[in-house]
Nanobody
Framework: QVQLVESGGGLVQPGGSLRLSCTASSFTLDNYAVGWFRQVPGKEREKVSC????????YYEEIVKGRFTISKGSTKNTVYLEMNNLKPDDTATYYC??????????????????????WGQGTLVTVSS
């Protein structure tokens, strides 16, 4: 399994920006579709965005479309989530994941959890004035 580490979270004012990183150790992410999820205590984890293995396709959930941008870094072991115009409702712990059950196309972000998926520990984003 790929080991993933998220970073880049923090406290930001409404309207501000953050860039989250998802870094894989010992593996490149070239062969993996990667998804970003977020979770608020007491609520289910929700999908945010995904990028296909070859980075040819990306998808954004409606709640973040137009504000967030997902990309794969040139080092091939990092996926970024650029978040702009942040809102208080974006406050959550953000996780990245690879999983054989994760499929990303320009039409949708499909996820079925398997026993072979990898998750990071999460990074907390707090949007507050």
């Amino acid at each position: 399994q790929v080991q993933l580490v998220e970073s880049g979270g923090g406290l930001v004012q409404p309207g501000g920006s953050l860039r989250l990183s998802c870094t894989a150790s010992s593996f490149t992410l070239d062969n993996y579709a990667v998804g970003w999820f977020r979770q608020v205590p007491g609520k289910e984890r929700e999908k945010v965005s995904c990028i296909s293995a070859n980075a040819g396709s990306t998808y954004y959930e409606e709640i973040v479309k137009g504000r967030f941008t997902i990309s794969k870094g040139s080092t091939k072991n990092t996926v970024y989530l650029e978040m702009n115009n942040l809102k208080p409702d974006d406050t959550a712990t953000y996780y990245c994941s690879t999983d054989p059950g994760l499929m990303c196309t320009s039409r949708g972000f499909h996820y079925t959890r398997t026993d072979f998926g990898s998750w990071g520990q999460g990074t907390l984003v707090t949007v507050s004035s």
